[in-house]
Each structure stands twice: as structure tokens, then as C-alpha cells.
């Protein structure tokens, strides 16, 4: 079945450095990937999309990489700051159209002033 | 742009009563939206594509008859919790997009807490 695996549900960093999240999926074969981000009692705020015939992309201090060899998307924040503290997402476009994603758990980030 | 409206934000009901929330597009047309439930630490669980006049598809494991979906307008799709019990606590979320929308970008309500006593 498809699985969607984030690296972990906790990631403390400093402040000012730079946040890698990751996202790992198996017996999949998406045509996209998305990022969300996700503060507590809210609903998911859209990030990034990466198609599946692009290798990065970037959005400010956002930079998304997809690896469908890897099965693996790396999701970096640069000069990370506390604002940026927040449970993060990643989905994947599943079959049977109108758009539908499957989303993974989530991984929070916490940054440390 | 593309702003979705959830109301109420948060509820609280007595077993047994039904309970109803609301998702708006305020700003676009949804031809699609999306209902999902969410527990504590695990991800969005879709639980039913809602398309604008025609039936909710649900996925499998949800009782289409627990949770009553209605889209009858272009900016407004509604999720019914029938005789609500303390196992349908949870966080529910809707999101939409339309033709105004970029593509494959779901844009997502505030979500609602539901609390059954």
C-alpha cells in the first residue's frame, strides 16, 4: 500500500540556520508533491508544489528538491526563524482524479532564538 | 485570493445530537472541496470529495449516512454529523479549489473542533 514517511515529529534548530525536512514515500508513483504548513488548531496553508519533472524549486527562503529515484523530496528553510515554528507536511497526488493528495503525518519544527 | 471560510470554529454537543458545519469560498468558485479529519498526531484522513450538484464520494471506511455532505452551491458545501457520538471528536478540515485557483493547490478552511460530550 502507499506510505508516506517524515523524518521525524520533532526538529529543534537555531535561529538563522537552515531547517531540512524530509519526506519519503513508497509504492508510489506521484506526478507532484506538495508542501503545507500546518500551526496549531489550523488548517494546512500551501507552500510549495514540485512536479515530478523537476528536480527543485524555490519560493524565498523555501527551497523544495523531489528525487523520484530516492522516492524522497527535502524541504529546506533558510535563516530559519521562530516564526517558522510549525508542524510541516508533505502530500502526494494519488489516482482517482479531482485532485486528490494524501498527506503525510507531519514533522514539527521548532526554532530556538 | 482564494479564501475558504469554516464555520463554527469550534463546537461542543451532547451525544446523539447532529451537528453542522459550513465551508465557504469567499473568493472563487469551488467545483471541488474536500473534507478531512484529523486526530491528534496523525495526518488529514480524507474522508469524502464533495463536487458542486452531484453526490459526495466517499472513502472507504466512512458511513455516508454518519456524515451527511451537501454541495448545492458553487461557494458552499456543508458536513453534517448525524447523532454525533464521543469516537467523532475530532479536528475536521475542508479545503476547495476551482478554475480561478492554481492547479492542484487545495486551499484550506480553519478547520473545526468538535467536541462530543
Known amino acids: 500500500s502507499q506510505k508516506i514517511e517524515q523524518n521525524s515529529e520533532a526538529l529543534n534548530i537555531q535561529e538563522g540556520k537552515t531547517a531540512t525536512l524530509t519526506c519519503n514515500y513508497t509504492n508510489y508513483s506521484p506526478a507532484y508533491l506538495q508542501w503545507y504548513r500546518q500551526d496549531p488548531g489550523r488548517g494546512p496553508v500551501f507552500l510549495l508544489l514540485?512536479?515530478?519533472?523537476?528536480k527543485e524549486k524555490r519560493k524565498e527562503r523555501l527551497k523544495v528538491t523531489f528525487d523520484t529515484t530516492l522516492k524522497q523530496s527535502l524541504f529546506h528553510i533558510t535563516a530559519s526563524q521562530p516564526a517558522d515554528s510549525a508542524t510541516y507536511l508533505c502530500a502526494l497526488d494519488r489516482s482517482g482524479g479531482y485532485q486528490k493528495v494524501t498527506f503525510g503525518i507531519g514533522t514539527k519544527l521548532q526554532v530556538i532564538p | 485570493g482564494a479564501v475558504v471560510s469554516q464555520h463554527p470554529s469550534r463546537v461542543i454537543c451532547k451525544s446523539g445530537t447532529s451537528v453542522k458545519i459550513e465551508c465557504r469560498s469567499l473568493d472563487f468558485q469551488a467545483t471541488t472541496m474536500f473534507w478531512y479529519r484529523q486526530f491528534p498526531k496523525q495526518s488529514l484522513m480524507l474522508m469524502a470529495t464533495s463536487n458542486e450538484g452531484s453526490k459526495a464520494t466517499y472513502e472507504q471506511g466512512v458511513e455516508k449516512d454518519k456524515f451527511l455532505i451537501n454541495h448545492a452551491s458553487l461557494t458552499l458545501s456543508t458536513l453534517t454529523v448525524t447523532s454525533a457520538h464521543p469516537e467523532d471528536s475530532s479536528f475536521y478540515i475542508c479545503?476547495?479549489?476551482?478554475?480561478?485557483?492554481?492547479?492542484?493547490?487545495?486551499?484550506f478552511g480553519a478547520g473545526t473542533r468538535l467536541s462530543v460530550l
Open positions: 514540485i512536479r515530478e519533472n523537476e
Open positions: 479545503s476547495a479549489y476551482g478554475q480561478a485557483t492554481s492547479e492542484n493547490i487545495q486551499y
